[in-house]
């Protein structure tokens, strides 16, 4: 049993930048698969980045490469989602993921296991 507690939202002017973090229970942290999603108002909830349980092989939606990027700190059982030049269309309420499977077939919600509460990114134009 994995628990995950979100923080680091608030409201940031288009451009800026906010830095999340997830911190994990559990003692295997470094076993799981992490990913963080987002879901906008009415909207799909879509992965934006996921990383491996060594850190060493990560992937980024389209949508968010070159402006994102996911680390984790397996000492500190902790992930992180550094956001740089956000836009109005990056606001949501982002989760941290946990799975339990291999990596490269971690792509959509089904394939995570535990749940964080969510913290909510407002970006302002």
């Known amino acids: 049993q994995v628990q995950l507690v979100e923080s680091g939202g608030g409201l940031v002017q288009a451009g800026g930048s906010l830095r999340l973090s997830c911190a994990a229970s559990?003692?295997?942290?470094?076993?799981?698969?992490m990913g963080w999603f987002r879901q906008a108002p009415g909207k799909e909830r879509e992965v934006v980045a996921r990383i491996s349980g060594s850190g060493g092989s990560t992937h980024y939606a389209d949508s968010v490469k070159g402006r994102f990027t996911i680390s984790r700190d397996n000492g500190k059982n902790a992930v992180y989602l550094q956001m740089n030049s956000l836009k109005p269309e990056d606001a949501a309420v982002y989760y941290c993921?946990?799975?339990?499977?291999?990596?490269?077939?971690?792509?959509?919600?089904?394939?995570?296991?535990?749940w964080g509460q969510g913290t909510q990114v407002t970006v302002s134009s």
């Open positions: 559990g003692r295997t942290f470094d076993s799981y698969v």
């Open positions: 993921a946990a799975g339990r499977g291999p990596y490269y077939s971690a792509s959509s919600t089904s394939s995570f296991d535990y």
